[in-house]
């Protein structure tokens, strides 16, 4: 596609329930990233993929989230039992360069807001 | 560690007025790589710029230039003649360098300009 696209665009889930968030990169896009952005701060990153290799996966909050991309393309970023401070936007980027600069080419979708009741 | 300061929570300023938004680092690393992001209302994040830690030039693109100062630690985006379509989230980020880097982008808190018309 022309642009990263993130389904669903909102998610309100109750507490404890699970969640799968989808990113669709840029078709050919090697590198993949996960960020979580609460509400009035920056994005903070949560996990790197290099085509269906998860490199970097230092910026998972917990054990109870999870990332895949089994085929190198399509990326879900799935939490589990899910709680209140779960509750932010999950952007995803993607990038057709195996960076050596981090960020140079990123293209950002528009995220997906996770509401928690 | 890195870190990245954006102290202006805020700035409103009217049609046609310069502004300055600031933006000050730390990080450890001889090698970095400096960037800014906007983020519209609609949510995507927008690249604007990189600037390794190596090249201070100053760089002006249309109403945009950007001041990198290594012996203050700070990189500060000037829009002149701000016009309304600049009002939205501004984010100042910083990353490794290097093919070994950790590719992640550590992002500031971002500073919501307003413009009014």
């Known amino acids: 596609g022309a642009g990263v696209s993130q389904s669903p665009r909102y998610k309100v889930a109750k507490r404890g329930q699970d969640v799968a968030l989808r990113c669709d990169p840029i078709?050919?896009?090697?590198?993949l990233f996960w960020y979580q952005q609460a509400l009035g701060q920056g994005p903070e990153f949560l996990t790197y993929?290099?085509?269906?290799?998860?490199?970097?996966k230092s910026g998972l909050p917990s054990d109870r989230f999870f990332a895949e991309r089994p085929e190198g393309s399509v990326s879900t970023l799935k939490i589990q039992r899910t709680q209140q401070e779960d509750s932010a936007v999950y952007l995803c980027?993607?990038?057709?360069?195996?960076?050596?600069?981090?960020?140079?080419?990123?293209?950002f979708g528009s995220g997906t807001r996770l509401t928690v009741v | 560690a890195q870190k990245v300061t954006q102290a202006q929570t805020e700035i409103s300023v009217v049609e046609k007025e310069d502004v300055t938004l600031d933006c000050v680092y730390e990080?450890?690393?001889?090698?970095?790589?400096l960037f800014w992001y906007k983020q519209p209302p609609s949510g995507e994040l927008v690249f604007l710029i990189r600037?390794?830690?190596?090249?201070?030039q100053n760089e002006i693109s249309g109403r945009y230039s950007w001041n990198f100062q290594k012996s203050t630690s700070s990189f500060n985006f000037t829009i002149t003649a701000s016009q309304v379509v600049d009002s939205a989230v501004y984010f100042c980020?910083?990353?490794?360098?290097?093919?070994?880097?950790?590719?992640?982008?550590?992002f500031g808190s971002g500073t919501r300009l307003q413009v009014q018309p």
């Open positions: 990080t450890r690393d001889t090698t970095y790589y």
């Open positions: 078709s050919g896009h090697v590198s």
């Open positions: 980020a910083l990353s490794e360098a290097g093919d070994t880097g950790r590719r992640a982008l550590t």
């Open positions: 993929f290099q085509n269906e290799a998860q490199l970097d």
């Open positions: 600037r390794n830690s190596f090249d201070e």
């Open positions: 980027a993607s990038s057709q360069q195996v960076l050596t600069g981090a960020g140079y080419g990123y293209t």
